[in-house]
């Protein structure tokens, strides 16, 4: 079996968020560490690779210290990374990015292809159900449980109080929570293994079937209007009642006058 594992080097918000000009994030200039949701999807294959023996390819689209990332999921059991960068490929929206991703993917080999269910930095859930429809193979998304049955994949996809049990064919895509599992750590002698691996570098030429008007920020309809990293908000209304009585009857207007009640 052969596992494609699609991760994200996102920024980590608790180190301050930075924009460039343009209102696109400014990643060479923050801490970035793996997305949630697609370290919940490496873990989910290599546990694959534990019981069946897959072989796990991780792959990302970013700037070269994205590599930092593949190597993380190196030390954590992965067998080959891919990074794909390219100047071409910078300020893509989730259309640009999947198109991207999925012209990468067409130059190898897969059974199952598992990415996060959204990436912290932009929650749209959108680029693994896309690179699913850019290859033609069906995708389960929201999975917090995956089996192999043969050649097929069974997953128990969350739904609002419950979950759903799908079954597809292989070759497909999933969509992996966050809750599907707790990430392992990555070993001593899997970090020095992963600081001594060769991580493939692609480009803009090494993408199939894709067309450049596709690509980066000219080939994405997706346009940022404004970017704030927090939300300012005003001082409010600041009220000293004379008794607790006085305070009762104000939060009960207030509630009154919006409605609530």
């Given at each position: 079996m052969k596992i494609i594992v699609c991760i994200k080097q996102v920024p980590d918000t608790k180190g301050g968020v930075k924009f460039n000009p343009d209102g696109t994030l400014d990643r060479a200039g923050m801490l970035a560490i793996m997305?949630?949701?697609?370290?919940?999807?490496?873990?989910?294959?290599?546990?694959?690779?534990?019981?069946?023996g897959a072989e796990v390819t991780v792959l990302t689209m970013g700037l070269p210290k994205a590599a930092?990332?593949?190597?993380?999921?190196?030390?954590?059991?992965?067998?080959?990374?891919?990074?794909?960068?390219?100047?071409?490929?910078?300020?893509?929206d989730t259309r640009a990015t999947s198109t991207t991703i999925a012209g990468a993917i067409r130059n190898l080999e897969y059974d199952l292809i598992i990415t996060g269910r959204?990436?912290?930095?932009g929650d749209t859930a959108q680029v693994g159900p896309q690179i699913a429809e850019h290859l033609g193979i069906p995708v389960?998304?929201?999975?917090?449980?995956?089996?192999?049955?043969?050649?097929?994949?069974?997953?128990?996809?969350?739904?609002?109080?419950?979950?759903?049990?799908?079954?597809?064919?292989?070759?497909?895509?999933?969509?992996?929570?966050?809750?599907?599992?707790?990430?392992?750590?990555?070993?001593?002698?899997?970090?020095?293994?992963?600081?001594?691996?060769?991580?493939?570098?692609?480009?803009?030429?090494?993408?199939?079937?894709?067309?450049?008007?596709?690509?980066?920020?000219?080939?994405?309809?997706?346009?940022?209007?404004?970017?704030?990293?927090?939300?300012?908000?005003g001082a409010g209304e600041k009220v000293v009642p004379e008794s607790p009585e006085d305070a009762v009857s104000y939060i009960v207007g207030k509630l009154d006058e919006k409605h609530v009640i």
């Open positions: 997305n949630p949701d697609d370290k919940a999807g490496l873990e989910a294959a290599l546990r694959l690779k534990d019981e069946y930092d990332a593949l190597r993380e999921a190196l030390a954590m059991g992965a067998d080959k990374a891919i990074l794909v960068t390219d100047r071409v490929l910078g300020g893509a959204q990436a912290i930095d389960i998304s929201y999975a917090q449980d995956i089996k192999i049955e043969g050649d097929k994949v069974v997953v128990q996809r969350q739904y609002d109080d419950r979950y759903h049990v799908l079954e597809a064919q292989m070759p497909c895509l999933i969509t992996a929570l966050s809750e599907l599992n707790e990430p392992r750590y990555m070993t001593p002698g899997g970090i020095f293994d992963a600081c001594q691996a060769e991580i493939i570098t692609w480009g803009r030429k090494d993408l199939v079937d894709v067309d450049d008007s596709n690509l980066g920020l000219a080939g994405s309809p997706t346009k940022i209007a404004k970017a704030s990293d927090k939300v300012r908000k």
